[in-house]
């Protein structure tokens, strides 16, 4: 049954979607593209994840009471975490309970967070002219109003005739200690930098103002490099077919950089020379590639990354249409393909300073998993295939209008459609979510497999019951009846599906055990599991358990922290000590080859089998 | 009376001179270029002059026993300081008697000098390839074997490629902490790198094995430039005048070097692409103008240089036809005309460390002069005019051939003539002689005026007596008569010519007087006068002393230290720590502006005239 959802719109974003009824606003914040802080695991102890309901009916649920003042709640403030949705609502976001570096760096003020120090400044000069009695050079002359700067040579070039043209005033671009540019005038308050998360599917960039660490907008675009492959290792393998593909990749990839900045700039008005810096956190072949370093060595045994420090670049060698004296962070890597946008994770969850055994998994085509314990980290990736993305399903699709995107079972199945109109098909936290209720209800069994109706458990409802349908020997379950389906067609979960989830599954859940028993823990002792990637933000945690994709925690362990790469990058765009960070993240993980454990196809094989119990809370 | 010279000939270098007879062995030496070190002042004691003599007869004088064994005297030894000239002879420098860069540079081993530590190194490494147990990034794999080192990206772009290529083996090129290079093979022991003198006439490179400290060639060439003016003045008027005069300086000023460059390495047989340093030292304009400064503001009140502290540029950018990675250190400049070239000789000199006041003073067009006392430097510069290159004197050349280079007046006039040809004219150093000795006859008076025969003092010679030729109320001094002349036409001391040393010589003596006057010090205080310059190494200290150039010191407190430029761009060449320590000198010295001391007209009318007495002792 696909049940009427509610619609739900933020402020000030002014995003909306359409969530089933009975979902925590927590989880449709997610849906938006908002996460918000859960320091406390969403028990609605911390009050960190506070909102204000501007408009529609939204009771407060009990332990609301304990976080947030009586008269709190009268001023319409709810905690996200535990309120669940039931009418259409407006709800306010205050920036202090939204978690991400614009927000990290703007509660600095309140002595949290990072400072904001970005790498480049401006400063606007007017000197004296020089006299017989103060006759210094011209450089020393800048330096004394500008501080100790290194002058590339370029600009020293012209500095004595930009000097005497324009009356010995103007303004000093400085990044770090080495100055960049001189402009003409007070542009001192227009100094911007660009966060990008480069990602295989899609480039994302952030406008921030270098002065006040304010976030002005956000663009994205497709990364054209799918026309050369879906994944990185079908974009790697054609590098190694073709000489010239390297060329074409890296100019698809510095083309939609260009694409998104443009987007930036025309959405605030923004003069693209007033952009001076780029930081790019993506995984390693989109960083290697976006750089034009042949990724042929990440395409086999043994996966060697050219590069692992961070890189600095010339946006100009990379053709970016920004300030000339702009130079682009490339984010450090770990090995093998822990790539950048690990790393930017790592930065954005701190977990060098985790005072628990702390885990963070990035859930994608590969899986990226970070276990911080003892103050030592280690970092592994593991190919967990397309399936969480809709590929390889028999009717899967990515998370766009048309998917099913969460699925409940009750005495009948309730789907939520993305975009409210009717289902094509099936993503990837829909089919986590199916499976989890088939095996709750007893209809997928350990092994995976789909019960045909006669070995169903006796108490199935008649309408899950009629659901089974066996054909050519395997057992798929409907979903969606033909007359329902955007195509008239029938949505199945395929036996198939269930496979394919397995592998993804097993995929990761084996790299988090091997990196467990390195360091003698069981899963139980995890007291936090971090997802990211924007996948992560959608999963169901509860679900994401049942299937044994997560560890056996408790629901309050285990907190969304967004994108990765999208969190990471501005916090080493707004300061040149998260840069540092950064290198020391990278410098202190042990990156650990899963190929190389001998144990790893055992593990791999045992996390394909479903938990057979799940724990009783949420 | 032109006297038959004496030929003296120089071990190793195998250079040759002509003197006259009772010429003192350290003066030959330095006639020949070869600058000896006299710590004592020449005055015997310390015996750091010891030279060897390989044939000829050479009687050793007294006090050379005080520091030379007798057993080592049997063997040939002298000292130059107190050995004169009688008979032929092939002499023998040994490295250690010889002042210079590469000596001191060479004698680290005796506990003394500069530490060999240049900026480059190579460094030849094997790698071992990767396999899943090391597979670590290649950047990562490099640093392992090289040390800690930035790798520019165009340099990161081809890494992976070369490693692969060469099977993990080749020689890597660091120039401080950043690789510039990546070779085939093991290339480590070609390292070389080229000081440059950059003079206004000419310009002087000495080629550098970097790995020893070896000087390995020296090689000249006429600065270009000299066809858009023989001096820096002209030449900064022409880019005044004319906007496309910079870039054609600058053009001139890098083909010399290039053409220096090509030589040494055509003498050597080192591969021009093993130069991986450049040092330039040159005057405030030489190096503006090589770098493509405009150095239009020198040419005016206040002289406002562009930059002061040490550049580092490219040698691609420059066009010098050495390694793509090679980088050139232009020296730091203190100001106005205070240049790279006085920084040098500062920097050879150790003025820093100067125990007693101490006065380096480079006599050129410009003489540049710098005080050090009680830990302060200061330094000033002063138009001595061309007098002393033999510009504007009637029958004044440069010191080449044909050029009379000493005159020594006792009955009759001795004459030594360069190249032991017929005499063509006389260059600056026959100049300041021949004053000096008529000063002492009582011939010029103190106001410079050459008297005419009957004012002339009763007892002079007969034949000096004839010497004196009045012409259109003015007396001028006879030195070649018609018969033994190149021409057959009779060269003169003119009296215009003493006017035109009289107001070199006041320049330089008035700048002098003042640094001395701003720290109340009186010239018979300074306990050492260092002269620079490559006119100053010629100069008879007693003659300069007699006219007024130089303070009234004994001659044992005045050292010839060769030219400043060629000294101390090896040291910068051959060790970081120079660099630092020349860029600490460039910043501990106050640069005096002699223009606006209200006094300086009044001591430069006063340095014009010549001291009535001189000292007794040499």
Same mark, same amino acid.
């Given at each position: 049954?696909?049940?009427?959802?509610?619609?739900?719109?933020?402020?000030?974003?002014?995003?909306?979607?359409?969530?089933?009824?009975?979902?925590?606003?927590?989880?449709?914040?997610?849906?938006?593209?908002?996460?918000?802080?859960?320091?406390?695991?969403?028990?609605?102890?911390?009050?960190?994840?506070?909102?204000?309901?501007?408009?529609?009916?939204?009771?407060?649920?009990?332990?609301?009471?304990?976080?947030?003042?009586?008269?709190?709640?009268?001023?319409?403030?709810?905690?996200?975490?535990?309120?669940?949705?039931?009418?259409?609502?407006?709800?306010?976001?205050?920036?202090?309970?939204?978690?991400?570096?614009?927000?990290?760096?703007?509660?600095?003020?309140?002595?949290?967070?990072?400072?904001?120090?970005?790498?480049?400044?401006?400063?606007?000069?007017?000197?004296?002219?020089?006299?017989?009695?103060?006759?210094?050079?011209?450089?020393?002359?800048?330096?004394?109003?500008?501080?100790?700067?290194?002058?590339?040579?370029?600009? /020293?070039?012209? *500095?004595?005739?930009?000097?005497?043209? !324009? #009356?010995?005033? =103007?303004? %000093? +671009?400085?990044? @770090?200690?080495? /100055?960049?540019? *001189?402009?003409?005038?007070?542009?001192? !308050? #227009?100094?911007? =930098?660009? %966060? +990008?998360?480069? @990602?295989?599917?899609?480039?994302?960039?952030?406008?921030?103002?270098?002065?006040?660490?304010?976030?002005?907008?956000?663009?994205?675009?497709?990364?054209?490099?799918?026309?050369?492959?879906?994944?990185?290792?079908?974009?790697?393998?054609?590098?190694?077919?073709?000489?010239?593909?390297?060329?074409?990749?890296?100019?698809?990839?510095?083309?939609?950089?260009?694409?998104?900045?443009?987007?930036?700039?025309?959405?605030?008005?923004?003069?693209?020379?007033?952009?001076?810096?780029?930081?790019?956190?993506?995984?390693?072949?989109?960083?290697?590639?976006?750089?034009?370093?042949?990724?042929?060595?990440?395409?086999?045994?043994?996966?060697?990354?050219?590069?692992?420090?961070?890189?600095?670049?010339?946006?100009?060698?990379?053709?970016?249409?920004?300030?000339?004296?702009?130079?682009?962070?490339?984010?450090?890597?770990?090995?093998?393909?822990?790539?950048?946008?690990?790393?930017?994770?790592?930065?954005?969850?701190?977990?060098?300073?985790?005072?628990?055994?702390?885990?963070?998994?990035?859930?994608?085509?590969?899986?990226?998993?970070?276990?911080?314990?003892?103050?030592?980290?280690?970092?592994?990736?593991?190919?967990?295939?397309?399936?969480?993305?809709?590929?390889?399903?028999?009717?899967?699709?990515?998370?766009?209008?048309?998917?099913?995107?969460?699925?409940?079972?009750?005495?009948?199945?309730?789907?939520?459609?993305?975009?409210?109109?009717?289902?094509?098909?099936?993503?990837?936290?829909?089919?986590?979510?199916?499976?989890?209720?088939?095996?709750?209800?007893?209809?997928?069994?350990?092994?995976?497999?789909?019960?045909?109706?006669?070995?169903?458990?006796?108490?199935?409802?008649?309408?899950?019951?009629?659901?089974?349908?066996?054909?050519?020997?395997?057992?798929?379950?409907?979903?969606?009846?033909?007359?329902?389906?955007?195509?008239?067609?029938?949505?199945?979960?395929?036996?198939?599906?269930?496979?394919?989830?397995?592998?993804?599954?097993?995929?990761?859940?084996?790299?988090?055990?091997?990196?467990?028993?390195?360091?003698?823990?069981?899963?139980?002792?995890?007291?936090?599991?971090?997802?990211?990637?924007?996948?992560?933000?959608?999963?169901?945690?509860?679900?994401?358990?049942?299937?044994?994709?997560?560890?056996?925690?408790?629901?309050?362990?285990?907190?969304?922290?967004?994108?990765?790469?999208?969190?990471?990058?501005?916090?080493?765009?707004?300061?040149?000590?998260?840069?540092?960070?950064?290198?020391?993240?990278?410098?202190?993980?042990?990156?650990?080859?899963?190929?190389?454990?001998?144990?790893?196809?055992?593990?791999?094989?045992?996390?394909?089998?479903?938990?057979?119990?799940?724990?009783?809370?949420?």
């Amino acid at each position: 049954m696909i049940t009427q959802e509610i619609k739900v719109t933020f402020q000030p974003t002014g995003r909306s979607v359409y969530v089933l009824p009975g979902t925590l606003l927590l989880e449709a914040a997610g849906r938006a593209g908002i996460v918000l802080q859960t320091p406390c695991g969403g028990r609605g102890t911390c009050g960190k994840c506070r909102v204000k309901i501007l408009d529609g009916e939204c009771p407060s649920s009990a332990p609301a009471e304990s976080a947030l003042s009586s008269e709190h709640v009268q001023q319409g403030y709810r905690l996200a975490c535990q309120t669940y949705i039931d009418k259409p609502l407006v709800v306010e976001i205050p920036a202090e309970s939204q978690f991400g570096a614009a927000q990290q760096i703007l509660t600095t003020h309140a002595g949290r967070g990072t400072v904001l120090n970005p790498v480049v400044r401006k400063q606007y000069f007017r000197l004296n002219a020089p006299t017989s009695k103060d006759a210094i050079s011209d450089v020393a002359r800048l330096k004394a109003a500008i501080g100790e700067a290194t002058i590339p040579f370029h600009l /020293l070039l012209t *500095l004595s005739g930009f000097l005497r043209t !324009h #009356d010995w005033q =103007g303004t %000093a +671009v400085v990044a @770090g200690n080495r /100055l960049i540019g *001189l402009e003409v005038g007070d542009t001192s !308050h #227009d100094a911007y =930098g660009v %966060a +990008v998360d480069l @990602g295989t599917t899609t480039v994302v960039g952030s406008l921030f103002d270098l002065a006040t660490g304010e976030e002005k907008a956000v663009s994205a675009t497709m990364n054209p490099q799918v026309g050369f492959g879906d994944d990185v290792i079908s974009r790697i393998s054609r590098v190694r077919e073709n000489q010239g593909a390297l060329a074409e990749l890296q100019q698809a990839a510095c083309k939609a950089i260009n694409s998104v900045i443009h987007g930036l700039c025309e959405q605030t008005g923004v003069d693209v020379r007033h952009v001076y810096e780029i930081v790019i956190a993506g995984n390693s072949t989109m960083q290697q590639l976006l750089c034009g370093l042949d990724p042929s060595a990440l395409g086999e045994v043994p996966f060697v990354q050219t590069f692992d420090g961070a890189l600095t670049i010339p946006a100009q060698v990379l053709g970016l249409a920004v300030n000339p004296g702009c130079e682009v962070f490339v984010f450090p890597q770990v090995g093998g393909f822990v790539g950048g946008d690990t790393v930017a994770g790592m930065l954005a969850a701190g977990l060098e300073k985790a005072e628990v055994p702390t885990l963070l998994v990035d859930i994608g085509t590969n899986g990226e998993i970070v276990l911080a314990y003892d103050g030592k980290l280690q970092a592994t990736s593991t190919a967990a295939g397309p399936a969480f993305e809709g590929a390889r399903i028999v009717q899967g699709m990515r998370a766009t209008a048309g998917a099913i995107e969460k699925v409940v079972i009750h005495d009948d199945v309730l789907l939520n459609v993305i975009g409210n109109t009717r289902p094509v098909g099936l993503c990837g936290t829909a089919l986590i979510d199916a499976v989890a209720e088939l095996l709750r209800r007893g209809i997928i069994d350990e092994t995976g497999r789909i019960l045909p109706p006669d070995e169903a458990p006796a108490d199935l409802p008649e309408r899950l019951l009629a659901r089974l349908v066996t054909m050519n020997n395997q057992t798929n379950f409907l979903l969606v009846p033909p007359e329902q389906a955007a195509s008239g067609e029938a949505i199945y979960l395929w036996q198939k599906d269930v496979r394919e989830l397995q592998l993804a599954t097993g995929a990761i859940r084996a790299g988090i055990n091997i990196l467990l028993r390195r360091v003698g823990l069981t899963p139980d002792e995890l007291g936090s599991v971090l997802l990211a990637g924007a996948f992560g933000n959608f999963i169901r945690r509860s679900n994401a358990r049942r299937i044994g994709l997560l560890p056996q925690v408790p629901c309050g362990h285990i907190h969304f922290i967004g994108n990765a790469a999208s969190l990471g990058a501005p916090l080493a765009l707004l300061s040149a000590d998260e840069r540092e960070r950064a290198e020391r993240l990278r410098r202190a993980t042990a990156h650990v080859d899963l190929s190389l454990d001998s144990e790893f196809q055992m593990e791999f094989g045992m996390a394909m089998m479903f938990p057979l119990h799940d724990l009783d809370t949420c």
